[in-house]
Protein backbone atom coordinates (compact mmCIF):
# COMPACT_ATOMS: atom_id res chain seq x y z
CA UNK A 1 0.00 0.00 0.00
CA UNK A 2 1.24 3.64 -1.18
CA UNK A 3 0.85 6.48 1.39
CA UNK A 4 -1.81 7.65 -1.18
CA UNK A 5 -3.87 4.22 -1.00
CA UNK A 6 -5.83 5.12 1.68
CA UNK A 7 -9.64 3.90 0.78
CA UNK A 8 -11.30 0.63 0.38
CA UNK A 9 -14.18 0.75 -2.18
CA UNK A 10 -17.72 -1.43 -1.26
CA UNK A 11 -19.70 -1.59 -4.56
CA UNK A 12 -23.04 -3.56 -3.86
CA UNK A 13 -24.27 -5.03 -7.03
CA UNK A 14 -27.73 -6.32 -7.94
CA UNK A 15 -28.49 -7.98 -11.55
CA UNK A 16 -25.79 -4.70 -13.00
CA UNK A 17 -23.50 -6.85 -14.70
CA UNK A 18 -23.60 -4.62 -17.86
CA UNK A 19 -23.30 -1.27 -16.21
CA UNK A 20 -20.60 -1.95 -13.35
CA UNK A 21 -17.42 -2.40 -15.48
CA UNK A 22 -16.95 0.79 -16.31
CA UNK A 23 -17.23 2.08 -12.47
CA UNK A 24 -15.19 -0.69 -11.21
CA UNK A 25 -12.70 0.81 -13.69
CA UNK A 26 -12.47 4.14 -13.20
CA UNK A 27 -12.22 3.68 -9.16
CA UNK A 28 -9.30 1.77 -9.95
CA UNK A 29 -6.97 4.12 -11.73
CA UNK A 30 -7.61 6.16 -8.59
CA UNK A 31 -4.14 6.70 -6.31
CA UNK A 32 -6.77 6.71 -3.12
CA UNK A 33 -7.97 3.41 -3.85
CA UNK A 34 -6.48 0.18 -2.17
CA UNK A 35 -8.94 -1.81 -2.62
CA UNK A 36 -12.56 -2.71 -4.52
CA UNK A 37 -15.14 -5.13 -2.89
CA UNK A 38 -18.10 -6.08 -4.74
CA UNK A 39 -21.01 -7.70 -3.24
CA UNK A 40 -23.03 -9.60 -5.88
CA UNK A 41 -26.00 -9.79 -3.91
CA UNK A 42 -28.52 -12.26 -5.43
CA UNK A 43 -27.55 -11.13 -8.99
CA UNK A 44 -28.58 -13.17 -12.33
CA UNK A 45 -25.92 -15.39 -14.05
CA UNK A 46 -25.33 -12.90 -16.40
CA UNK A 47 -24.22 -10.27 -13.67
CA UNK A 48 -22.38 -13.71 -12.30
CA UNK A 49 -20.49 -14.11 -15.27
CA UNK A 50 -19.33 -10.84 -15.66
CA UNK A 51 -18.17 -10.10 -11.88
CA UNK A 52 -16.25 -13.20 -12.32
CA UNK A 53 -14.55 -11.81 -15.27
CA UNK A 54 -13.58 -8.48 -13.73
CA UNK A 55 -9.42 -8.35 -12.24
CA UNK A 56 -8.42 -6.05 -9.71
CA UNK A 57 -11.47 -6.52 -6.91
CA UNK A 58 -12.75 -8.74 -3.80
CA UNK A 59 -15.84 -10.54 -4.67
CA UNK A 60 -18.48 -11.52 -2.79
CA UNK A 61 -21.45 -13.54 -3.19
CA UNK A 62 -24.66 -13.70 -1.21
CA UNK A 63 -26.77 -16.74 -2.69
CA UNK A 64 -30.01 -14.62 -2.57
CA UNK A 65 -31.00 -10.82 -2.56
CA UNK A 66 -30.62 -9.37 0.83
CA UNK A 67 -30.86 -5.97 0.62
CA UNK A 68 -28.50 -3.09 -0.30
CA UNK A 69 -28.20 -2.63 3.55
CA UNK A 70 -26.98 -6.40 4.28
CA UNK A 71 -24.56 -6.00 1.06
CA UNK A 72 -22.94 -3.16 2.24
CA UNK A 73 -22.44 -4.72 5.55
CA UNK A 74 -20.77 -7.82 3.83
CA UNK A 75 -18.29 -5.46 2.37
CA UNK A 76 -17.44 -3.54 4.97
CA UNK A 77 -16.39 -5.92 7.17
CA UNK A 78 -13.94 -6.96 4.73
CA UNK A 79 -12.27 -3.38 4.96
CA UNK A 80 -8.66 -3.08 5.65
CA UNK A 81 -8.02 0.29 4.90
CA UNK A 82 -8.46 3.63 7.26
CA UNK A 83 -11.08 4.96 4.81
CA UNK A 84 -13.76 3.36 3.11
CA UNK A 85 -16.23 4.60 0.11
CA UNK A 86 -19.53 3.10 -0.84
CA UNK A 87 -20.01 3.62 -4.84
CA UNK A 88 -23.18 2.29 -6.59
CA UNK A 89 -23.09 -0.04 -9.51
CA UNK A 90 -24.90 1.50 -11.84
CA UNK A 91 -23.61 4.79 -12.06
CA UNK A 92 -23.18 7.31 -15.46
CA UNK A 93 -20.23 9.13 -16.90
CA UNK A 94 -18.16 8.67 -13.42
CA UNK A 95 -14.64 8.98 -13.65
CA UNK A 96 -11.97 8.72 -11.30
CA UNK A 97 -11.85 12.37 -10.96
CA UNK A 98 -15.28 12.25 -9.24
CA UNK A 99 -13.93 9.37 -7.09
CA UNK A 100 -11.20 11.92 -5.80
CA UNK A 101 -13.34 14.41 -4.78
CA UNK A 102 -15.48 12.38 -3.07
CA UNK A 103 -13.42 10.61 -0.95
CA UNK A 104 -9.86 13.71 -0.48
CA UNK A 105 -12.09 16.06 1.71
CA UNK A 106 -12.60 12.99 4.06
CA UNK A 107 -8.72 12.07 3.73
CA UNK A 108 -7.80 16.09 4.28
CA UNK A 109 -9.90 16.33 7.55
CA UNK A 110 -11.92 19.22 5.94
CA UNK A 111 -15.05 16.76 6.77
CA UNK A 112 -16.13 13.98 8.17
CA UNK A 113 -18.16 12.30 5.88
CA UNK A 114 -18.67 13.26 2.09
CA UNK A 115 -22.02 12.90 0.43
CA UNK A 116 -21.46 12.67 -3.55
CA UNK A 117 -24.20 15.16 -5.31
CA UNK A 118 -24.92 13.88 -8.83
CA UNK A 119 -25.05 16.42 -11.63
CA UNK A 120 -27.23 14.48 -14.23
CA UNK A 121 -29.81 13.46 -11.67
CA UNK A 122 -33.38 12.85 -12.72
CA UNK A 123 -35.36 16.33 -12.29
CA UNK A 124 -37.91 14.70 -10.08
CA UNK A 125 -35.31 13.86 -7.60
CA UNK A 126 -33.32 16.60 -6.95
CA UNK A 127 -36.51 19.49 -6.98
CA UNK A 128 -37.89 16.85 -4.41
CA UNK A 129 -34.25 16.90 -2.80
CA UNK A 130 -34.41 12.43 -2.39
CA UNK A 131 -31.63 12.21 -4.68
CA UNK A 132 -29.80 14.39 -2.85
CA UNK A 133 -30.44 13.41 0.32
CA UNK A 134 -29.85 9.12 -0.19
CA UNK A 135 -27.59 9.31 -2.94
CA UNK A 136 -25.09 6.07 -2.17
CA UNK A 137 -21.77 7.57 -3.06
CA UNK A 138 -20.68 8.37 0.35
CA UNK A 139 -17.11 8.10 2.02
CA UNK A 140 -15.73 8.85 5.89
CA UNK A 141 -13.03 6.49 8.08
CA UNK A 142 -13.40 3.04 8.34
CA UNK A 143 -13.36 3.94 12.35
CA UNK A 144 -16.55 5.67 12.23
CA UNK A 145 -18.46 3.24 10.66
CA UNK A 146 -17.69 0.39 12.44
CA UNK A 147 -17.95 2.48 15.65
CA UNK A 148 -21.88 2.67 14.25
CA UNK A 149 -22.28 -1.01 12.19
CA UNK A 150 -25.69 -1.00 14.12
CA UNK A 151 -27.19 1.26 11.54
CA UNK A 152 -26.85 -1.33 8.46
CA UNK A 153 -29.03 -3.62 10.60
CA UNK A 154 -31.81 -1.84 8.59
CA UNK A 155 -32.98 -3.90 5.59
CA UNK A 156 -33.54 -3.05 1.71
CA UNK A 157 -32.89 0.99 1.08
CA UNK A 158 -33.87 2.34 4.69
CA UNK A 159 -29.56 2.29 5.05
CA UNK A 160 -29.57 5.91 3.36
CA UNK A 161 -32.07 8.05 5.71
CA UNK A 162 -30.52 5.73 8.79
CA UNK A 163 -27.49 6.57 8.02
CA UNK A 164 -28.11 10.27 7.58
CA UNK A 165 -30.34 9.78 11.03
CA UNK A 166 -27.19 8.80 12.67
CA UNK A 167 -24.66 11.17 11.42
CA UNK A 168 -26.28 14.76 9.87
CA UNK A 169 -25.86 17.00 12.82
CA UNK A 170 -23.27 15.20 14.56
CA UNK A 171 -20.81 15.19 12.66
CA UNK A 172 -19.50 17.37 9.94
CA UNK A 173 -21.19 16.39 6.48
CA UNK A 174 -20.51 17.89 3.00
CA UNK A 175 -21.91 17.01 0.39
CA UNK A 176 -19.14 17.24 -3.47
CA UNK A 177 -20.67 17.92 -6.67
CA UNK A 178 -20.12 14.80 -9.32
CA UNK A 179 -19.85 16.27 -12.71
CA UNK A 180 -21.61 14.71 -15.18
CA UNK A 181 -22.42 11.95 -13.11
CA UNK A 182 -26.22 9.99 -13.48
CA UNK A 183 -27.65 7.16 -12.54
CA UNK A 184 -29.75 4.49 -13.93
CA UNK A 185 -32.79 5.40 -12.55
CA UNK A 186 -35.36 2.40 -11.57
CA UNK A 187 -38.22 3.62 -14.14
CA UNK A 188 -35.50 3.65 -17.00
CA UNK A 189 -34.75 0.06 -15.49
CA UNK A 190 -37.61 -1.86 -15.12
CA UNK A 191 -40.63 0.80 -16.52
CA UNK A 192 -43.67 0.88 -14.67
CA UNK A 193 -42.16 -1.83 -12.08
CA UNK A 194 -39.51 0.87 -11.40
CA UNK A 195 -41.88 3.50 -10.64
CA UNK A 196 -43.60 1.14 -7.86
CA UNK A 197 -40.15 0.56 -6.45
CA UNK A 198 -39.48 4.24 -5.79
CA UNK A 199 -42.86 5.08 -4.22
CA UNK A 200 -42.62 2.22 -2.28
CA UNK A 201 -38.65 3.52 -1.17
CA UNK A 202 -40.22 7.02 -0.18
CA UNK A 203 -43.19 5.41 1.42
CA UNK A 204 -40.94 3.04 3.39
CA UNK A 205 -38.89 6.01 4.86
CA UNK A 206 -41.72 8.15 5.39
CA UNK A 207 -43.17 5.05 7.43
CA UNK A 208 -39.97 4.48 9.49
CA UNK A 209 -38.96 7.77 10.31
CA UNK A 210 -41.80 9.75 9.93
CA UNK A 211 -42.68 12.91 7.44
CA UNK A 212 -40.36 15.39 9.86
CA UNK A 213 -37.33 13.38 9.81
CA UNK A 214 -37.28 12.66 6.38
CA UNK A 215 -38.29 16.37 5.75
CA UNK A 216 -35.31 17.62 8.33
CA UNK A 217 -32.51 15.11 6.18
CA UNK A 218 -33.77 17.21 2.87
CA UNK A 219 -33.64 20.60 4.32
CA UNK A 220 -29.74 19.84 5.12
CA UNK A 221 -28.42 18.45 1.91
CA UNK A 222 -30.21 21.78 0.27
CA UNK A 223 -28.76 23.97 2.60
CA UNK A 224 -26.21 26.43 0.84
CA UNK A 225 -23.54 25.62 2.78
CA UNK A 226 -23.84 22.01 2.38
CA UNK A 227 -22.06 22.24 -0.66
CA UNK A 228 -17.97 21.74 0.17
CA UNK A 229 -17.42 22.49 -4.10
Known sequence: MTEISLVSVVIPCFNDGPRITPVVNEVKKSNYCREIIVVD????????????????????????????????????????????????????????????KLVSPVINRQCDITLGIREKEDWYGVISGFALAYTGERCLSTKLLRQNIDIFDQKGYLIEPEFNQRFFHHVKVRGVLLKNVGQLSQPRKNGFRGLLINFRQVQSFIKCYGINQVYRQILFVKNPHFLLY
Open 41 to 100: DGSDQETNHILRSLTGIKLIRHPRNLGKSRALKSGILQVKSPYVAFVDSDLTHFTTANFD
